[in-house]
């Protein structure tokens, strides 16, 4: 059982309606129980305690915590609301289980921070152009019921020129106050390569700060994301500062016939010829092809169809992979 000392100590913060305190001391009690081996005990303390602060969270100061930025933020964060959930997000089995451990680690972080722990929360997306970055760091503010706030460096760098530096600073003090989920979003733009000498030395003061600023503890234990499809420009001094380095990857065979059954719904779509499907459909990112079934079940909507057939999603695929091709030529000529 409890000491007497704790039970005071509870009433009394409560009375004070001093929550921090009143946690901070459940918690001491759950890990006094752990220590007891009573483990059972503990997680069930621990998990009233998450309860009560994610109901905590989500009421009463919904309105902060998901307001707009304003004032010297206003133009440097997108405030966004997290319209997924990591199950929308079709993955890798291993790379679901790594994003589930650092949800893990953030939804305990006080119970790791109790021994002396820090929560995983520097992230590095990289993977090819629409293979689920942007949406997982969407799903993953939905999942912590945080506000998402996107960060478009390369906008920022051309408009702040030569001040840059300074914007950063002003969002990771935003980080510090405010616990939330900061998306820098094509985040290339930071070791990039660059033309005229200015951009350069403006994008080495960038990346220095960024460096220096990603060492720095928060109390509030927001989370970093950064989101690239090119590893291979970002420094080594920096990959090393993230907690952990997060690939995605073009589509499996079994992760396109998942995306391609989740953007069915709520058509029917009886018998597809999966073999087809999926040889059409290889090569395609992730995006191109939720797009290509998106397409498919428009027209048959328009159509006045219940369902979609294979032939409907060959033909639209088939529009996808050959608007790719087009843009490889352009790209290259
Ligand atoms: N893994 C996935 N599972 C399910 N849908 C996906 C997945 N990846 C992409 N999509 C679909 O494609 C859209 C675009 O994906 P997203 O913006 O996350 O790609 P990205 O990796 O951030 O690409 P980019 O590098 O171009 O920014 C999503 O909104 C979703 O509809
Ligand atoms: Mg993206």
């Not at 930025?69 to 291993?94: F, I, T």
């Not at 927001?222 to 920096?238: E, M, Q, Y």
Request: neutral net charge; charged residues 30%; hydrophobic residues 40%.
């Amino acid at each position: 059982m409890s000491s007497t000392k704790q039970i005071l100590a509870l009433l009394r913060s409560r009375v004070e309606g001093d929550d921090d305190t009143f946690y901070s001391i459940a918690l001491q009690v759950a890990a006094s129980e752990a220590r007891q081996g009573h483990k059972s005990t503990a997680e069930e303390i621990r998990a009233e305690i998450e309860r009560a602060r994610a109901k905590k969270s989500r009421g009463a100061s919904v309105a902060v915590a998901f307001g707009a930025p304003r004032g010297n933020l206003e133009g440097l964060l997108e405030l966004r609301e997290p319209r997924y959930r990591l199950k929308d997000v079709v993955l890798g089995e291993r790379l679901q289980l790594r994003l589930n451990d650092v949800l893990l680690q953030q939804r305990k972080r006080d119970w790791l921070r109790e021994h002396g722990k820090v929560p995983s929360r520097r992230l590095l997306f990289v993977g090819p152009p629409g293979s689920g970055k942007t949406m997982s760091a969407e799903a993953f503010a939905g999942e912590l019921h945080l506000p998402l706030f996107v960060i478009r460096l390369e906008g920022l760098i051309t408009r702040f020129m030569g001040d840059t530096a300074a914007k950063l600073r002003l969002i990771f003090d935003e980080t510090a106050k405010r616990r939330g989920v900061y998306l820098f979003d094509e985040f290339d733009a930071v070791g990039g390569h660059r033309t005229s000498s200015n951009d350069v030395a403006e994008m080495r003061r960038v990346l220095n700060s960024f460096l220096q600023f990603m060492e720095e503890d928060t109390a509030t234990d927001s989370v970093i994301i950064c989101a690239t499809n090119h590893p291979s420009l970002l420094d080594r001094a920096l990959l090393r500062r993230y907690d952990q380095v997060l690939e995605f990857d073009v589509p499996t065979e079994e992760q396109i016939k998942e995306i391609v059954l989740m953007n069915l719904r709520p058509m029917k779509a009886p018998r597809l010829a999966w073999g087809r499907i999926v040889d059409s459909a290889t090569g395609l990112s992730q995006s191109e092809l939720a797009r290509a079934v998106d397409d498919a079940v428009k027209s048959a909507i328009l159509a006045e169809r219940q369902a979609v057939s294979t032939d409907d999603l060959l033909l639209r695929i088939r529009e996808r992979s050959e608007m790719r091709s087009a843009f490889l030529n352009d790209a290259k000529s």
